[in-house]
């Protein structure tokens, strides 16, 4: 493990968190990881990423369809 956070973000969508806000972004310290559900109800090409700029630009980012 190492010392990075890391702030997740998914565009298009959101999902509750444990307290009850509605969220579309989660910061990750090390070691910590999480299990959230959405209902895929937005169509198109969306875009997931760390907001970190530097981890962005490494790589941490991806799309996927929904359809």
Request: aromatic content about 16%; glycine content about 10%.
């Amino acid at each position: 493990l190492d010392n990075d956070f890391h702030t997740f973000h998914i565009h298009g969508h959101r999902w509750v968190d444990p307290d009850g806000t509605v969220i579309d972004t989660k910061t990750f310290g090390p070691g910590d990881s999480a299990t959230l559900e959405f209902v895929e109800d937005n169509p198109g090409r969306w875009f997931y990423n760390c907001h970190v700029f530097s981890h962005l630009h490494m790589g941490m980012n991806g799309w996927y369809l929904v359809s």
